[in-house]
């Protein structure tokens, strides 16, 4: 009797065991609850390179899984995400300009789109060409804390071909190569593109450009910006990794999202020395991130990054300024780092399709000059 009696306690606690392992399953699939299984419904999106970081965080990554979403990117230009890159294979697309963005709900027919985040293009330089600039009259201070470059002051400098070696007063950076900020490639790239809107505004007459013939003139004056550059990366994080890794020697000043810089300043890992300097273009523009979904699965990823205040909190962390300031306002504090609360001289860009005209006559004058293959 006693033998059987032990039998049916083992089967039991067998059982007990087993509803347990089943119960714990169905239990982690879900969308909002805890615990160490799940079922995760994967939603594959492409995206431009500045974003990786944050896509790529084990934070994030478990924010998403509390939502019951495993989210996996790939990276791009902005331009390609919109011209070339098959979204077929992706649930969401999310360049980092409303342009590319407006291309891409127009032809997948997207209801709407999500703009979580956003960062002003700015310019990583080093305190001794901040000097140099100073003196040419090309950066002065904006009064509010932070030091901008006049991109009129600037355009001048580049018309006239000059060269670091004969800025006047120049003692700390006799470099023979030319006075010319450093950008990835305008055609593939969202924060060329972004240089791009801001150098035609000027170029323009302090106007949006906003015909085709307008678009031609100004191509013609800001193509020897990208063109007398020589070889131009095609993402933003590469320029800004040989800024860090190489200094002024090989990257003087580079055309940066906000957001690169500042995470890195958040992060506190060394990677910003004494010597570094963030100033502001004048004028500037904003690069407003922005999802495209194609699937309610990509919706709900939209979402969650634009409404729910972890996300907030993770976004603001790599350096992106979102709906809620006070977040990256409270860092920015935390890291005591010149970084103003908001900007005033901050320019639109052309719409989709004369940004595009203004793209494609540099690219023509690229091919041009390009020498023939062997």
């Given at each position: 009797m006693k033998r059987w009696i032990g039998v049916g306690l083992a089967l039991l606690l067998g059982g007990a065991v087993v509803l347990a392992l089943v119960l714990g399953n169905s239990g982690g699939s879900g969308g909002?609850?805890?615990?160490?299984?799940?079922?995760?419904?994967?939603?594959?999106?492409?995206?431009?390179?500045?974003?990786?970081?944050?896509?790529?965080?084990?934070?994030?990554?478990?924010?998403?899984?509390?939502?019951?979403?495993?989210?996996?990117?790939?990276t791009a230009g902005s331009r390609q995400i919109a011209t070339s890159v098959d979204l077929g294979k992706y649930?969401?697309?999310?360049?980092s300009s409303v342009p590319a963005a407006e291309k891409i709900r127009q032809e997948r027919r997207a209801s709407r789109t999500y703009s979580p985040f956003y960062s002003p293009m700015a310019i990583a330089t080093f305190q001794p060409i901040v000097d140099v600039l100073t003196k040419a009259g090309v950066v002065h201070d904006s009064g509010s804390g932070y030091q901008v470059l006049d991109i009129k002051k600037y355009l001048d400098l580049v018309a006239k071909g000059t060269r670091w070696d004969a800025l006047p007063g120049n003692t700390t950076y006799r470099a023979r190569k030319r006075v010319l900020l450093t950008t990835t490639d305008v055609r593939t790239s969202n924060s060329a593109a972004m240089y791009l809107a801001m150098t035609s505004y000027v170029a323009n007459g302090d106007d949006v450009v906003n015909s085709s013939a307008q678009a031609a003139t100004v191509a013609e004056k800001v193509s020897p910006l990208f063109l007398d550059q020589g070889y131009s990366e095609s993402s933003s994080e590469a320029p800004f990794e040989d800024y860090l890794a190489m200094g002024a020697g090989k990257t003087p000043?580079?055309?940066?999202?906000?957001?690169?810089?500042?995470?890195?300043?958040?992060?506190?890992?060394?990677?910003?020395?004494?010597?570094?300097?963030?100033?502001?273009?004048?004028?500037?523009?904003?690069?407003?991130?922005?999802?495209?979904?194609f699937t309610d699965q990509a919706a709900e990823v939209g979402r969650l990054l634009q409404e729910d205040p972890e996300f907030a909190r993770l976004e603001a962390r790599y350096g992106f300024r979102t709906a809620d300031p006070k977040v990256f306002a409270g860092l920015v504090a935390s890291a005591k780092a010149q970084i103003p609360g908001s900007l005033v001289d901050v320019v639109e860009p052309p719409t989709y399709d004369h940004l595009e005209r203004l793209i494609a006559t540099i690219e023509r004058r690229y091919l041009a000059g390009a020498k023939p293959t062997s």
């Open positions: 909002g609850g805890g615990g160490g299984t799940k079922q995760l419904t994967t939603v594959r999106g492409v995206i431009g390179s500045e974003k990786k970081p944050f896509f790529d965080d084990a934070q994030v990554q478990a924010a998403f899984a509390k939502h019951g979403l495993r989210v996996e990117v790939d649930a969401f697309a999310f360049p000043m580079v055309v940066i999202y906000e957001a690169q810089y500042a995470s890195r300043l958040f992060a506190a890992d060394g990677a910003i020395r004494p010597d570094m300097r963030l100033i502001y273009p004048s004028p500037t523009v904003l690069s407003k991130h922005t999802l495209v979904p």
